[in-house]
């Protein structure tokens, strides 16, 4: 995400390395390869502009201390100018009303419809509600199989009539059954358009009149860049949307999609896609988005992702299990299936200060656990609970049953139990203060 873009503005930053001052000469050749770097993201000409003006300004206006470098005093002007552009603060969906009604646009192929299970899926698991599904795609029986799969696997009930080809009088049947059986949020699929159809632009205006949602979200291809905030807003002339979701963001985005649609249409980023499973979604903050593509990481949203993931009451029999030494493969099994469910892992290094950068040029597959789990799934139940009875001729047994090989086998068993050491001792205060005096004094 944002990888280009981040190794661009790294390198024009560092045009005031060393500089002991900041001057009209050093900035202006700054914002200069700034400015590219915006633009070459496809972010908006008039919005990189305006952007580098105001760093400019600011920039020049300020004192450098002398415990700060000109560089270290860019890099916070860029990130709160980008905080800024990106919306400022985060905007949180209207869920006031019950049932809060929230309508799906956008065009063809965007990912409207795996954004609603992702949603229905968000506001049960993360707010508590209980969410309703209204296939509204009339055009797209195919739309309905996938929504109706999403739900049977988020556990959210669906509402469609393959019958009618009136999509006010879906939308109207779904809202009302949602009143009868105490749905307190009801999320409404309806078909993808190109704003230039115009029948379609009035039905889905007409759908809008007759529903009265509280929340509009236009759904947009992040890897589109800037087509995608000219296309967003045409709908937003026509719809007035409450809120801007952006999808695959996992994939190969320049970015310029997420820099320049809140300066062009007015209205804030509130959900980004970031992969196909169903927890894959983050509510947008636009300052935790800044300090990602200036390399600073974002350490508050992998904490948060670890914490839908891990489950407080396992945490705590964990925690038992590891000072008796009793941490086991099928605990360590486990404890991987929860680092997969928080997103794919180029993702998430990329949220740690620093390993962004180092992480660019080289590829994390999502399958980097597959070896490990082949090697687990091949043990026994009783050799996944007692570690210790592992002995050579087990291990070549492990090693042909999960198709690696003695040395893999050996690999894992040497990390495992060195593992099992470190988290022994950072699970006893006592241990881990003696260990602290014996380290060397810096």
Request: proline share 3%; hydrophobic share 40%; no cysteine.
């Amino acid at each position: 995400m944002f990888e280009n873009l981040s190794d661009k503005l790294d390198r024009a930053f560092k045009v005031l390395k060393g500089q002991g001052s900041i001057t009209e000469i050093n900035v202006a050749e700054t914002m200069k390869e700034i400015r590219k770097a915006l633009l070459d993201a496809d972010v908006n000409y008039k919005t990189a502009k305006t952007f580098t003006d105001d760093v400019r300004t600011k920039a020049l206006g300020e004192n450098v201390l002398t415990s700060i470098s000109p560089g270290q005093l860019l890099t916070k002007l860029m990130n709160d100018e980008l905080t800024e552009l990106m919306g400022g603060t985060t905007a949180e969906l209207d869920l006031k009303a019950s049932p809060t009604i929230i309508l799906i646009a956008g065009l063809n192929g965007a990912g409207k419809t795996t954004f609603t299970g992702k949603l229905a899926n968000f506001l049960k698991t993360q707010k508590g509600k209980k969410p309703l599904l209204v296939a509204d795609d009339i055009y797209r029986p195919a739309a309905i199989d996938q929504l109706q799969v999403l739900g049977e696997q988020i556990g959210v009930p669906v509402y469609a009539n393959r019958e009618s080809k009136d999509p006010i009088a879906i939308a109207l049947e779904g809202i009302a059954l949602a009143k009868q059986n105490g749905h307190n949020v009801v999320i409404i699929d309806t078909a993808g358009r190109l704003s230039v159809d115009e029948a379609m632009m009035v039905e889905i205006e007409q759908v809008k009149a007759a529903v009265k949602p509280n929340e509009i979200l236009f759904v947009v291809d992040a890897m589109t860049g800037q087509d995608a905030v000219n296309t967003a807003k045409v709908f937003n002339d026509r719809l007035d949307f409450t809120g801007v979701v952006l999808t695959k963001l996992d994939g190969d985005t320049r970015g310029g999609a997420a820099l320049s649609i809140k300066s062009v249409v007015n209205k804030p980023i509130k959900f980004i896609g970031t992969g196909e499973k169903m927890e894959a979604l983050d509510v947008f903050h636009p300052d935790r988005m800044a300090s990602r593509i200036l390399g600073m990481g974002d350490v508050v949203s992998l904490v948060e992702r670890a914490q839908q993931q891990f489950d407080e009451k396992e945490a705590a029999e964990l925690q038992k299990k590891i000072r008796k030494n009793k941490f086991d493969f099928n605990d360590f099994y486990s404890q991987i299936q929860q680092i997969k469910k928080m997103g794919n892992m180029k993702d998430l290094m990329g949220m740690i200060p620093g390993v962004g950068k180092m992480m660019k040029d080289v590829e994390v597959s999502d399958d980097a656990f597959k070896g490990i789990e082949a090697i687990i799934q091949s043990m026994t139940p009783k050799e996944k609970e007692n570690p210790d009875l592992i002995n050579p001729s087990r291990r070549n047994r492990i090693a042909k049953g999960s198709g690696t090989d003695l040395q893999e086998v050996n690999r894992l068993m040497k990390q495992f139990e060195d593992m099992r050491k470190v988290m022994k001792q950072m699970s006893n205060p006592a241990a881990m203060a003696n260990m602290m005096r014996r380290m060397p004094k810096m």
